[in-house]
């Protein structure tokens, strides 16, 4: 991946390497989107109640909400992005760019585009943006995330345990 990788000018993303796949800002519209990518993140974890469907949609769409007004408050310089393939969104990248780090604040794909590749062609994008920029690549992971395996798969390493979440890095070798 050159210079032209999708990350190269934070405040205008471009089409990554791979041509069906292509990132764009967040927009107001996307909102119900969003909900859904947050709470096909969270499906495992609610099967295990014995709430309603209802309740499901009503406490994802909460905790969706407190989730971005956290993100927009605290990284008030991020790229939010939808991920599209083909044009049809399924699933979103939300990214800081620090002084000496870049920090994947999340990834998600919506389940049906999981295991494909897409993840992990958006990963090794930013690795080589970070690598080019002398910077580390971070996230934090819940533990029991099965995403844990691709990251450690791709070089990051837990850096920090903080006891449900994990901070891993990623830096290019020197």
Not at 23 to 30: E, I, K, M, W, Y
Not at 40 to 52: M, N, Q, V
Request: one cysteine or more.
């Amino acid at each position: 991946m050159g210079k032209n990788n999708a990350f190269s000018k934070p405040a205008s993303p471009s089409v990554p390497e791979n041509p069906s796949i292509a990132l764009r800002p967040v927009t107001p519209a996307d909102t119900e989107f969003l909900i859904d990518v947050y709470s096909s993140t969270r499906s495992a974890e609610l099967a295990a109640t014995d709430w309603s469907s209802a309740q499901k949609v009503q406490f994802c769409t909460m905790q969706f909400h407190a989730q971005d007004a956290h993100y927009r408050l605290h990284y008030p310089t991020a790229q939010f992005l939808v991920i599209e393939s083909d044009t049809l969104a399924i699933g979103r990248l939300y990214i800081a760019h620090w002084a000496q780090e870049i920090r994947i604040m999340d990834i998600a794909l919506l389940p049906a585009h999981r295991g494909q590749g897409i993840a992990t062609h958006l990963l090794r994008d930013l690795q080589t943006q970070a690598a080019a920029a002398d910077k580390s690549l971070t996230i934090h992971v819940e533990s029991f995330n099965p995403a844990r395996q691709l990251y450690q798969r791709l070089g990051f390493r837990v850096t920090e345990d903080k006891g449900v979440y994990q901070l891993m890095e990623w830096t290019a070798l020197k």
